[in-house]
């Protein structure tokens, strides 16, 4: 019988994978700590283990590291609560077969636990990274799972598309990848500095100099469709491994002929999904003192609460480079701790104030609509339509008034939108 080795210390969960073992016909043995597993692993043999980073007495990749002494070591499944860029590509440096996130989703991790318990072992050793040096960090669900396509990007030499918004960390992330795999720095070419007559030269001349390397196309949907047709032959004929970011939806562009379907599928062997950042504002009070950190190591400049709680409230439409920007000013203007509102760039104070402001004019607004007897107010949907009606009047204008402009922006549903312009609007 084979036989599984589960080193966490959260008894709900270990009983929980305990169980999944079990249905797979193997038999789960638990250790609640790294050197309780450890001692276990030395002492009988394992077809694989199922490794927290965050234990009670050591990092679980201690653990793993020492695992992989062993004459003979077992695969290893890693599981973490704390995701980040380094962990993700020191685990699978050190070797470990795949990287999972907590929450645990259990219908993920059970098919890979059978896959390791039937392949030979040779076939479930990872390929190692180069280890070295990253500057991303996160720890939201969104950006935990990038950095675990990240980590897989290292141990091959698969092409990898990178989207996002501007300012994201998708360069950033595409130099990780490749020079953690090869050590060397890829040859970039930004698509949109040229014009559609050099464009096709200056690939050529990229993909020349990347051979044998790696080439980073950037903003790739503005590449021209003839300048496609040369990177998806370049791509069928090897000897350049091609990472890709793009700002711009290309799986909608695909849809709309502007993009090749099949340069889109020959980028997008893997993919990394980088998210904005006011999609994981709990990341914020951990970047921004990171950067302030290296901007004024010395002056360990700590964050005020009235300071995070601007910086949770703003829409940061430049992302992770505008929040970067944002703490050279405040390294340059705080002299000693703690940053105050003050030490912010005003466009950050102006937008806080904003929102004070809309949720003033809001509550007198709902004041007046709801001075009246309560059989007689307004429904909640009428609210909603009026504040909508609003917004998408305004939003309209900003876009020049054309809707699919506006909902690729947005990353709303076009059919959604177009039914509320024609609810709301009286718009066809």
Not at 7 to 28: C, F, K
């Amino acid at each position: 019988m084979n036989r599984v080795l589960i080193i966490e210390d959260e008894y709900a969960l270990a009983a929980a994978l305990a169980s999944v073992v079990r249905r797979l016909g193997a038999e789960p043995v638990v250790a609640a700590s790294g050197q309780g597993g450890l001692d276990k692993a030395r002492k009988q043999k394992f077809d694989a283990v199922l490794l927290d980073i965050g234990l009670p007495d050591m990092s679980g990749l201690q653990v793993l590291s020492e695992l992989q002494k062993e004459p003979d070591p077992p695969a290893v499944l890693v599981i973490t609560a704390h995701g980040t860029l380094d962990n993700a590509l020191e685990a699978r440096r050190l070797g470990a077969h795949d990287y999972f996130l907590k929450p645990l989703n259990l219908a993920e991790i059970q098919p890979q636990l059978r896959a390791l318990l039937t392949l030979p072992r040779q076939e479930t050793q990872a390929e190692a990274a180069v280890p070295g040096p990253a500057s991303m960090t996160g720890s939201t669900p969104l950006m935990q799972r990038a950095f675990s396509v990240i980590a897989q990007a290292c141990a091959t030499q698969v092409p990898v598309l990178l989207t996002g918004q501007p300012g994201t960390g998708k360069t950033l992330a595409a130099e990780v990848i490749a020079t953690r795999h090869g050590g060397h720095a890829p040859i970039r070419f930004r698509c949109d500095e040229w014009t559609a007559e050099q464009a096709g030269d200056m690939l050529v001349q990229s993909l020349e100099r990347a051979k044998g390397g790696t080439l980073l196309i950037e903003e790739a949907g503005s590449l021209p469709l003839p300048v496609q047709a040369v990177l998806s032959n370049a791509l069928t004929k090897g000897g350049v491994r091609v990472l890709a970011t793009s700002s711009m939806p290309l799986l909608e562009m695909v849809r709309e002929g502007r993009f090749r379907e099949d340069l889109y599928y020959q980028l997008s062997v893997l993919h990394v999904a980088l998210p904005a950042l006011a999609e994981r504002t709990e990341d914020i009070p951990a970047l921004a003192t990171a950067m302030l950190l290296r901007h004024a190591p010395e002056r360990e400049l700590s964050l005020s609460q009235e300071v995070l709680a601007s910086l949770k409230a703003y829409a940061w439409p430049g992302n992770v480079r505008e929040l970067a920007t944002a703490m050279q000013h405040v390294a340059a203007v705080c002299p000693a701790p703690p940053v105050l509102p003050r030490h912010l760039p005003d466009v950050i104070v102006a937008s806080t104030h904003l929102e004070q402001s809309l949720d003033r004019a809001l509550v007198a607004w709902l004041d007046q609509k709801l001075t009246c007897e309560e059989r007689a107010m307004p429904e909640y949907d009428t609210l909603l339509a009026a504040v909508e009606k609003l917004l998408l009047g305004e939003l309209l204008t900003r876009f020049d008034d054309k809707p699919t402009r506006m909902a690729a922006a947005l990353n709303m549903n076009r059919a959604t939108l177009r039914r509320k312009l024609r609810e709301l609007l009286g718009r066809e």
